[in-house]
C-alpha cells in the first residue's frame, strides 16, 4: 500500500533554512506527484505546492514563492522541500502528501514538526 | 483565491446521532473537465489528515458507507448518518479546482 515516511523533528533559528524529506513505497514513484502541506495553529493547513517526481516539475503557492524549493532523487523514492528565510511564522507540521491521481493530496505522511526560536 | 468556509466551528454528537458539516465556497469548484474538485478530510487526534470524500460525494477507499458527500456549485455538505467514538476529530473540506489550493479552518466534531 501507499506509504510516506518523513525525516524527524527540526528546530531552526530565525533566518536559517530546513530540509525535509518524504520517502515513497508501495507505488511507481514517477507516476505521481508529490504535494507540501503545513498546519500551523493560526492558519490552519496551507497548501504549498507539488514537485512531479517524474519530471522534477514544480508547482508553488505565490506566498512562497522564492522561499521554497522542492527536489527529488529517484533512485530512493525521495522527494525534499526545502524552505529558507525561517521566522516564527514557519513554525508548523510539514507533511508531504502524495496525488490522488489528480492535483488532490490524497495519501499523507506523518507530518515533520518545524520549530523556529533564537 | 478561492475561500473556503465551514459551518459550525464546533458540534457535539452522541453516539448513534447524525451530523452535518456545511462548506461554501467563494467560487464553483466545477472544473472544465467536468467535475468537482472538492475534498473531505478527517484529521483524528495526533494523526495526518486522511482523504474521505472525493469529488464532492465519492467515498474513498475504505471509508465507511456512515459518511457521504454532496453538493454542487458552491455549496457543499458532509454528512455522517450514524456518529461513532472513531469518528471524532476535525473535519476540513478543500478545494483543488485551481491553485492554490485551499483549505475550510475545519469543524471539530466531539462526542457527548
Known amino acids: 500500500q501507499v506509504h510516506l515516511v518523513q525525516s524527524g523533528a527540526e528546530v531552526k533559528k530565525p533566518g536559517a533554512s530546513v530540509k525535509v524529506s518524504c520517502t515513497a513505497s508501495?507505488?511507481?514513484?514517477?507516476?505521481?506527484?508529490i504535494h507540501w502541506v503545513r498546519q500551523t495553529p493560526g492558519q490552519g493547513l496551507e497548501w504549498m505546492g507539488w514537485?512531479?517526481?517524474?519530471?522534477?516539475?514544480?508547482n508553488f503557492a505565490m506566498k512562497f514563492l522564492g522561499r521554497v524549493s522542492m527536489t527529488r532523487d529517484t533512485s530512493i523514492t525521495t522527494v525534499y522541500m526545502v524552505l529558507s528565510g525561517l521566522t516564527s511564522d514557519d513554525a508548523a507540521v510539514y507533511y508531504c502528501?502524495?496525488?490522488?491521481?489528480?492535483?488532490?493530496?490524497?495519501?499523507w505522511g506523518q507530518g515533520t514538526l518545524v520549530s523556529v526560536s533564537s | 483565491d478561492i475561500v473556503m468556509t465551514q459551518t459550525p466551528v464546533s458540534l457535539s454528537v452522541t453516539p448513534g446521532q447524525p451530523a452535518s458539516i456545511s462548506c461554501k465556497s467563494s467560487?464553483?469548484?466545477?472544473?472544465?473537465?467536468?467535475?468537482?474538485?472538492l475534498f473531505w478530510y478527517l484529521q483524528k487526534p495526533g494523526q495526518s489528515p486522511q482523504l474521505l470524500i472525493n469529488?464532492?460525494?465519492n467515498r474513498f477507499s475504505g471509508v465507511p458507507d456512515r459518511f457521504s458527500g454532496s453538493g454542487s456549485g458552491t455549496d457543499f455538505t458532509l454528512k455522517i448518518s450514524r456518529v461513532e467514538t472513531e469518528d471524532v476529530g476535525v473535519y476540513y473540506c478543500?478545494?483543488?479546482?485551481?491553485?492554490?489550493?485551499?483549505f475550510g479552518q475545519g469543524t471539530r466534531l466531539e462526542i457527548k
Open positions: 502528501a502524495r496525488e490522488l491521481g489528480g492535483p488532490t493530496p490524497a495519501y
Open positions: 508501495g507505488y511507481t514513484f514517477t507516476d505521481y506527484s
Open positions: 514537485i512531479h517526481p517524474h519530471s522534477g516539475g514544480t
Open positions: 467560487q464553483g469548484l466545477v472544473h472544465r473537465d467536468g467535475k468537482t474538485y
Open positions: 469529488e464532492a460525494s
Open positions: 478543500m478545494q483543488s479546482v485551481e491553485y492554490p489550493i485551499t
